[in-house]
Each structure stands twice: as C-alpha cells, then as structure tokens.
C-alpha cells in the first residue's frame, strides 16, 4: 500500500458476508475503525441489517473518503508501517485485517 492510493478517493472497505435469519434485524451498531502504526484509532459508526434478502451474499462497500477515517492522516501525513482496519457489528468483532503502508 502506498500513501497515494491511501489519499486517493478510490480506497474502499469491502465486506462480503453469509449467515442465516428468519427476518430482518436492523439497527444494530456498525464500528469500523482504522488503526494507524502509531496507535492512533479513528472511528466510523453506522448500521448494520441481517437480512433474508441479502444473507446468501450480503455485500457491500463504502469509501474511505465518505467515511472520514482518514481526515487526520490526510491533514497531518501518514506513517509507515502496519495499519489495522477491524469492525464490529452490535460490539462484537466482525472481521479484521492488516496492511502494511511503505
């Protein structure tokens, strides 16, 4: 990962999920937060749905940009080393993953 692909607009989280639900449960609390190599946590909250409709293949995405994750590191520089993005849906951990920014 370079700084410029993280400054750029084209930088999306990406999810693709299964489970199993009789009916539609919205509301739920949506954490994403980015975790820069110096420790610093920003956040991004939403909602989150389980639905019949969508829980063979729930997929979905959204920009780093729209989600303001990187406002701070767009304002004051990005510093290498490892980035952890994790989220959580109703305050559990959904998924998690690292990457390394040069």
């Known amino acids: 990962m370079t700084e410029e692909i993280l400054r750029s607009s084209d930088v999306s989280f990406w999810s693709q999920s299964t489970y ?8 739920l609390p949506l954490l994403v937060t980015l975790t820069d190599p110096n ?6 909250t939403s909602s989150w749905v389980y639905s019949p409709l969508y829980m063979n293949e729930d997929i979905w995405s959204v920009k780093l940009k729209e989600t ?4 701070n590191l767009d ?3 990005y510093p290498s080393g490892i980035y952890e993005v994790a989220y959580y849906v109703n305050g559990d951990l959904a998924d998690s993953f690292e990457f390394e920014l040069k």
């Open 68 to 71: 303001g994750l990187t406002v």
């Open 39 to 44: 420790g610093n946590n920003y956040r991004w």
């Open 20 to 27: 199993n639900v009789k009916k539609e449960i919205s509301g």
């Open 75 to 77: 304002m004051n520089g």
